[in-house]
């Protein structure tokens, strides 16, 4: 039972380059989420997916674009990547119980990202 | 911009001492959860406690709820080295559908063998 899982594990990117972080659960999970972590944070919300076909952002969206592809897979891509952007990044998915959609979350290991 | 502020940010004790970390928050909440980091690990929910609930309890640990101060506190009883950890607060906001946490920055957990 994988839970979430994430690739790449750590990737180095140049300013201005572009990739896709990939998500995928395991769960049957209807809600999922990007967030990222930066030194001396908690955890900033990029977007979300609360079910499959639906989207929507969060805290800090601005240079990321999302893809929720089905019930399993929800991916973050960076279209020109920046400085600013050098963060870790992490998905996680979790279940609405009963009508509350805060439930608890599930995450993956993350994926390390540096930009040059 | 975040809802939850973890207290101390940083906290070393012996090992079979009890650790206990705070949280303070600003508006009014649905639910109020607890993760844990490992180093260089994703997060793992450790426990959840509901706007209408004082004090819930999981093995060792003991969450109690404040909403008039807006509040919570988390204790780890006995602690062993496999506690060391950053701790977070994360809080669930009233309103129906509304599917966003907001994490504290944490509080780093040192336990001295």
């Known amino acids: 039972n994988a839970g979430v899982t994430q690739t790449p594990k750590f990737q180095v990117l140049k300013t201005g380059q572009s990739m896709t972080l990939q998500c995928a659960q395991d769960m049957n999970h209807n809600s999922m989420y990007w967030y990222r972590q930066d030194p001396g944070m908690g955890l900033r919300l990029i977007y979300y997916s609360a079910s499959e076909g639906t989207t929507d952002k969060g805290e800090v969206p601005n240079g990321y674009n999302v893809s929720r592809l089905n019930k399993r897979e929800f991916s973050l891509r960076l279209e020109s990547a920046a400085p600013s952007q050098t963060s870790v990044y992490f998905c996680a998915s979790s279940e609405e119980v009963g009508g509350d959609s805060n439930q608890p979350q599930h995450f993956g290991d993350g994926t390390r990202l540096s930009i040059l | 911009s975040q809802q939850g502020e973890e207290d101390p940010q940083a906290l070393s004790i012996q090992e079979g001492e009890n650790a206990t970390m705070n949280c303070s928050y600003k508006t009014s909440i649905n639910n109020l959860q607890w993760y844990r980091q490992n180093s260089g690990r994703g997060l793992v929910h450790l426990i959840l406690?509901?706007?209408?609930?004082r004090e819930k309890h999981s093995g060792r640990l003991r969450v109690t709820l404040d909403t008039s101060k807006k509040s919570s506190s988390l204790l780890i009883t006995a602690s062993r080295a496999a506690d060391t950890a950053s701790y977070f607060c994360a809080t669930g906001p009233l309103g129906a559908g509304s599917y966003q946490l907001t994490f504290g920055k944490g509080t780093k957990l040192s336990v001295i063998p």
């Open positions: 406690i509901r706007s209408n609930e």
